[in-house]
């Protein structure tokens, strides 16, 4: 069964820093682009960055860049968003999603961890 | 930023009606959308993509169409499961979006 289980969200102050992670199972994990996704209270789903199959390739959404790292390990089957300067507006669930054909269709989700910034 | 404006926002249906759920781009996106159904405290399930194709193991009652900038996701006949929220997402231009969801609701 192909599974994604998101970790690593909490409460933290503005400011602070975290690290999220999203293991993977029940696929070739290195042979597939991922994503990570946000969720404000009550609000529409946000796309926040990308990585290619071998983590050469990275995008970020403009409200993230430069505070944001996504990165993965593929031999522990393994992805993860480096989160730092927090702010309010970043409280969120925060969602590891896998890439369909490599054409940004996210066909698999994880539960979702909450990263609550606040002081 | 390519926009995403789904309609209505929110919609009353009862079990057995066929309901029809728009996305408007602001600019022309060919078929590159995607619909998604989202359960309360779930994670989106991908419903459609390419505009028109059915995911792997949805049920055939989920229907999308159109292409440039205005589309439909239909459900000809709704089901107690069928009770969510429903968001389109474009992936023609980076950063990829998402409309604002439209929740269905048991009338």
């Known amino acids: 069964e192909v599974q994604l289980v998101e970790s690593g969200g909490g409460l933290v102050q503005p400011g602070g820093s975290l690290r999220l992670s999203c293991a993977a199972s029940?696929?070739?994990?290195?042979?597939?682009?991922m994503h990570w996704v946000r969720q404000a209270p009550g609000k529409g789903l946000v796309w926040v960055s990308r990585?290619?199959?071998?983590?050469?390739?990275?995008n970020y959404a403009d409200s993230v860049k430069g505070r944001f790292t996504i990165s993965r390990d593929n031999a522990k089957n393994t992805l993860y968003l480096q989160m730092n300067s927090l702010r309010a507006d970043d409280t969120a669930v925060f969602y590891c999603?896998?890439?369909?054909?490599?054409?940004?269709?996210?066909?698999?989700w994880g539960q979702g961890t909450l990263v609550t910034v606040s002081s | 930023d390519i926009q995403l404006t789904q309609s209505p926002s929110f919609l009353s249906a009862s079990v057995g009606d066929r309901v029809t759920i728009t996305c408007r781009a602001s600019q022309g996106i060919s078929s590159y959308l995607a619909w998604y159904q989202q359960k309360p405290g779930k994670a989106p399930q991908l419903l459609i993509y390419a505009a028109s194709t059915l995911q792997s193991g949805v049920s055939s009652r989920f229907s999308g169409s159109g292409s440039g900038t205005e589309f439909t996701l239909t459900i000809s006949s709704l089901q107690p499961e069928d009770f969510a929220t429903y968001s389109c997402q474009q992936v023609h231009s980076y950063p990829w979006t998402f409309g604002q969801g439209t929740k269905v609701e048991i009338k």
């Open positions: 999603a896998r890439d369909l054909y490599g054409d940004y269709y996210f066909d698999c």
């Open positions: 029940g696929f070739t994990f290195s042979s597939y682009w």
């Open positions: 990585i290619n199959s071998d983590g050469s390739t990275t």
